[in-house]
């Protein structure tokens, strides 16, 4: 369809972005307007669900009109999402709470009182391990306190669904968003019974489980005339966007990895089957009927620099930043960062997991500290990596996304450590390129999911260094043991 352009609605926890793009895969325009979080008290991270949609809204239409395409070459809407959020709403679909994001902890005392047994059944049969980022603990936590939401809500909803509902009336939800709330068992792709009753909701309390390629019936004419799209304008439901930021960049067959690193980061594979860990080391999310994605999420990506730029007070941009790190050799000269400053999610599931620089000595200085932090967050990765099973012998392909994969110093470091061939997409908008595919493969214009691989605009790899592969697996085992050690200190903390 020449001249034809479909639209990635990227719903993130720090901005809602619009990304344009030809069939092909290449970005036409994108508007990217920022979310505000608020922090009313240690732990709680919420956001305003109907500033949100405002934004959505904004972005969307300003993306349109820095086009100049006429409304009538746009063929679809799609939408890409952050996962593990949650708002309470009344019958008329207003909300009554505040979303509360990934990052919110407040059902840490609800997680450490669960059973197990009982975490590692819920588990093992909904993919998604037992941590305060989940809906699941969420609606635990507002049970127990007698949140007054909680007790009024007709209806619970993610940030994507919400703004579904308020443009379509429409209330759906597609199977990767479903399983990251913790209540959804994807191998039934239905409503966890169990999950319901402990967090005292009933199954019509949330919404329809659909696929990702599900179009709308419609959206409303108001709704359609603020965007300025058409009212008849198909608009797909989409997924969660780490399965889209996988299928954004190329890594959409078993055994290919991505890895995402923005303000948090993840290291994800699609399976054909759903597959747990007995340490409860990973999530396993629906995507389709029969692709799941097994992966990792850390809690500390990029939001670990910015905490060591503001830290030493450095006013430069973050290239020239991150370029200190590569006037000091591979390992720091002996320092080493485990960096849990936000607590961690995966590989330690541990809220109160804390930060350490270890190894610390009179000669290490401003650009030892950046090496040593760049190394932990990627040593962090590593380890993840390996709980998914993915570690094959010599040189693979790892698929990179997000703000750190603009970093030719990051790129090589993943290289080494990985031993790994390092793809980047030129178009850094992996999520909102597979929400804008999934539109496609809904209107049946393309024939599968893995049809994307031949459009995507890639970058020549980065290749990994021989002798900084083997520095690096030994300075990795070396962060190994220090995790391993420090890690039962965190109960005590």
Request: aromatic share 10%.
């Amino acid at each position: 369809m020449a001249n034809s352009y479909i639209l990635g609605l990227d719903l993130g926890t720090t901005s809602a972005k619009a990304c344009l793009f030809d069939l092909q895969g290449h970005l036409i325009a994108s508007v990217e307007e920022m979310i505000t979080s608020h922090y009313p008290q240690q732990g709680l991270v919420e956001q305003d669900p109907k500033q949100i949609e405002q934004l959505a809204v904004k972005a969307v239409q300003a993306t349109l009109e820095q086009s100049k395409i006429d409304k009538t070459q746009l063929i679809a809407l799609s939408f890409s999402a952050a996962m593990h959020s949650l708002i309470a709403l009344d019958a008329q679909g207003e909300p009554l709470s505040p979303a509360m994001i990934w990052a919110d902890g407040r059902a840490a005392s609800q997680v450490d009182a669960l059973d197990n047994e009982l975490k590692q059944e819920l588990y093992a049969e909904t993919g998604t391990p037992v941590h305060p980022m989940t809906p699941f603990t969420k609606l635990l936590w507002m049970k127990e306190t007698g949140y007054e939401p909680y007790k009024q809500a007709a209806y619970f909803m993610s940030i994507k669904e919400y703004l579904i509902y308020v443009w379509s009336g429409e209330r759906v939800i597609d199977y990767s968003m479903a399983s990251a709330t913790g209540m959804f068992s994807p191998r039934d792709l239905r409503w966890h019974k169990q999950a319901l009753e402990l967090a005292g909701v009933e199954e019509d309390q949330l919404s329809r489980i659909v696929p990702p390629t599900t179009v709308l019936q419609a959206i409303k004419p108001a709704a359609a005339a603020a965007m300025g799209i058409r009212d008849d304008l198909p608009v797909v439901v989409g997924a969660a966007d780490g399965q889209l930021a996988n299928l954004g960049i190329g890594a959409v067959l078993p055994g290919e990895v991505a890895v995402s690193v923005g303000t948090s980061g993840a290291i994800r594979q699609f399976t054909n089957a759903v597959t747990v860990s007995e340490q409860q080391e990973t999530f396993c999310y629906a995507f389709t009927e029969d692709q799941f994605i097994v992966g990792g999420p850390t809690n500390n990506g990029g939001i670990v620099l910015q905490w060591l730029k503001d830290l030493l007070q450095d006013k430069r941009g973050f290239a020239q930043f991150l370029a200190d790190a590569d006037t000091v050799p591979a390992g720091a000269d002996g320092l080493l960062f485990l960096p849990y400053i936000n607590g961690e999610r995966a590989p330690l599931w541990d809220q109160r997991a804390k930060g350490n620089f270890y190894g610390l000595s009179v000669t290490h200085q401003k650009p030892h500290f950046i090496r040593a932090v760049l190394e932990g967050i990627t040593f962090n990765l590593y380890q993840i990596g390996s709980s998914l099973q993915t570690k094959q012998e010599g040189t693979r392909k790892i698929y990179v996304n997000g703000g750190l994969s603009r970093s030719p110093i990051w790129l090589q470091m993943m290289a080494d450590v990985f031993n790994a061939e390092i793809y980047v997409s030129e178009n850094h908008h992996g999520a909102a390129w597979g929400a804008a595919w999934t539109g496609l493969v809904a209107l049946k214009l393309v024939p599968s999911f893995a049809e994307i691989k031949h459009n995507i605009p890639m970058s020549e790899p980065t290749l990994p260094n021989a002798e900084r592969v083997q520095i690096y697996a030994e300075l990795y085992r070396n962060y190994e043991r220090l995790a391993a050690t420090v890690a039962p200190l965190f109960k005590s903390c």
